[in-house]
């Protein structure tokens, strides 16, 4: 590694390296990209489980979220780095408020992550242009901000809470800015029947004919469509993000249809969902409940193998947010993403050969495996003790922000 | 704790105890019961993945299984207790081959297990008494063994696998020496399917007609029964063992009717499968899984809540196995079997409370956050180093094995 690229691949020498981490008895692997979360949401993480998604959202998550400040979103985003980083995340795409906030806590932690604001105008003009400004305002705090590993992305929160104007302008801005647009796609079948009974079209025909479709679009959800919606995607060069568990544990119904997706062309990452709904940012947990799902729910255990599955939440999840050629492998020029495995773990023995190997990752292995969590060729983490996060004083933080969420 | 029970609860003293575990930042909790595994599979983890099941079976499994030895099953066993110490799990119920083996392995990791050989008469009266004398070996080399954390268990391997004489002998056996029977009932559709072409009637349907039921038979599985089937194991008192992971991977299809159990009164315990299916034995996987499958398939998050859950894992499970007096909750007088999480990881925080920390243990938690894990008051596991078990040269032994499997 130099200046926080991969410089050499194999068993070379480490005498000029400016880190040298035991590799001995470890499995290397590109850290995993989580596609869609709401980091500061950890701040929720277990607050209110098993109920009715419209219950959950009105009587309980709403509430809290009225509490929040830009203080407790750092510590909240401070929270959900430190459970990314020992669990093997190295580039996250985030959706959430207060977002100059969670920037300074990602840059602290040192991930690499693209931010956006969650833009919502419940189609009221006046609402429109104080969303648009938001956006901008964190589009010029990051620009200034010049942190390479942290990029801006605009996020119309959905097109059943964004106006047309709002979902144009955002295409326009992207294109003009070179961002991505982080926007929720057909989550719940409740959102594509209400959508179709107000517009007459289903979630990405309304998008289509808007003209709001785009290849900076990462769709996250996407799991009531119809093939026709996917080939729309796909026509579009818009990328969807799987979200496996946060779908299943909300009882949405259906599965995303992955492949479908992957027939039709359509790059797919991998993400947790916020840790209010899913309750863990653990990727490790997603690839595998990813392949479980699948599988079931074809009644067919080839429909997605490990390998597939690993690529989600690595090369194919870097291609979905136009990174494959900055991350997402260990290649030599690409950015020092690494996560170092800890191959003595009975879970994760014994271990056939190279072959089976990516079995191991997506079947048996699982966060607490994780020893070492390298970004930018910056060690984070290493013996699973994070090196840039004070955790004790985050965790101080996250009880104190319940004890006020808690004193009404 | 006193001689392996619980003497008091509460924050009580501890002068007179024999051992003093610190448990400040911890979360304590019953240890979790495992009713489903094949512990020696271990050794065949991640060999084989994403495969049609008969495949699998003819291919990959049964040609390794050819090969193993009592000393590779011991070796196997002592690789699974590692996972199962070091992810929280006490007590599981074991079906395999060179049983004696794995006892001995079992009684060395200090686990709590019943433990069953695998009966396969495939209807020739010529094997039928073969089995049998294996099982009453295995019974004589138990009650000879005289460790009262170990037990036996009949294990007729599934209903198409082994003749009419093979399980009501099982079921006499069991009720004349008060052992458990395990088996597998209505894992696959196909299983089913076949049956009623065979027999004109569904598994379960044949267990009752036969007379075969039991009080004492608690059946693996579950997956393909009808509410018809569903009452005869209630009517029986049988229990059944949920395996949400296993049938998933292999896509077994359909998904064990839980509530219908529920309804009907018949006690669920959940359950791993073995490593070679799974790919792991990790409780607080098999936990999410449990949630979110039913929750998925229901499409209604409301279905099975996470006290339910863990439920299964611990009081439901030891009812499932008998037991509920001796270990499933952590009550005075019973078996001390205990595990310790440690609170101050990022995944579990914040907790907002006493009453939501069970969705932090079913939704939130990973078996790498099991700190200490105690069975019948022996500290099996602290502070994630394992007490009984040299893990160095167990994964050299399995490593080693797997040499000689692939040698040929």
Tied chains: 1, 2.
């Excluded at 009587?59 to 509490?67: C, M, R, S, T, V």
């Excluded at 039709?264 to 392949?291: H, I, Q, Y």
């Excluded at 997605?304 to 870097?318: C, F, M, S």
């Excluded at 990516?358 to 984070?380: C, E, F, K, P, R």
Aim: charge should be negative.
């Amino acid at each position: 590694m130099r200046d926080g690229r991969i410089e050499q691949v194999g068993k070379g020498s480490s005498d000029s390296a400016d880190v040298v981490v035991n590799g001995h008895g470890k499995i290397v692997l590109p850290g995993l990209i989580n596609a869609h979360t709401h980091l500061s949401m950890c701040l929720f993480r277990g607050y209110a489980d098993d109920m009715v998604l419209q219950d959950w959202l009105r009587k309980k998550i709403w509430p809290l979220e009225g509490k929040l400040t830009g203080e407790a979103c750092y510590q909240g985003a401070l929270l959900g780095a430190a459970e990314m980083i020992l669990s093997g995340t190295t580039t996250f795409m985030d959706m959430y408020f207060y977002m100059e906030d969670v920037a300074k806590a990602v840059n602290e932690a040192g991930l690499r992550a693209f931010l956006s604001y969650g833009m919502i105008d419940i189609f009221d003009p006046a609402k429109t242009p104080i969303e648009r400004k938001k956006s901008e305002e964190l589009f010029n705090f990051i620009q200034q901000l010049g942190v390479s590993r942290i990029r801006f992305a605009l996020a119309p929160h959905a097109p059943y809470t964004c106006s047309a104007e709002t979902l144009l302008w955002a295409k326009e801005f992207a294109e003009k800015n070179d961002t991505l647009i982080h926007i929720h796609i057909a989550e719940t079948r409740k959102e594509q029947a209400d959508f179709q009974k107000q517009h007459n079209l289903r979630v990405v025909e309304y998008l289509d004919k808007i003209g709001a479709l785009s290849r900076k679009m990462v769709g996250a959800h996407c799991v009531w469509l119809t093939k026709s919606e996917v080939g729309l995607l796909a026509k579009a060069s818009a990328s969807a993000t799987h979200c496996p568990v946060s779908n299943m544990k909300l009882a949405s119904g259906g599965v995303a249809p992955l492949p479908e997706m992957f027939d039709a062309g359509v790059a797919v990452s991998l993400g947790t969902d916020g840790a209010a709904s899913n309750n863990t940012l653990d990727m490790f947990e997603t690839m595998k409940v990813c392949a479980l799902l699948h599988k079931a729910h074809r009644w067919d255990p080839t429909i997605l193998n490990a390998q597939r599955v690993l690529d989600l939440a690595t090369i194919e999840g870097a291609r979905a947010l136009g990174m494959e050629a900055q991350i997402g492998s260990i290649d030599v020029g690409k950015r020092a993403d690494i996560i170092l495995l800890d191959a003595n773990q009975p879970n994760l023995n014994p271990i056939y050969g190279p072959d089976t190997v990516v079995s191991d990752l997506v079947y048996s292995a699982s966060s607490g495996n994780v020893n070492t969590t390298i970004i930018d060729g910056q060690v984070l983490m290493e013996n699973r003790q994070l090196k840039t996060i004070d955790l004790s004083s985050t965790l101080a933080s996250a009880k104190e922000l319940v004890n006020r969420f808690s004193a009404g």
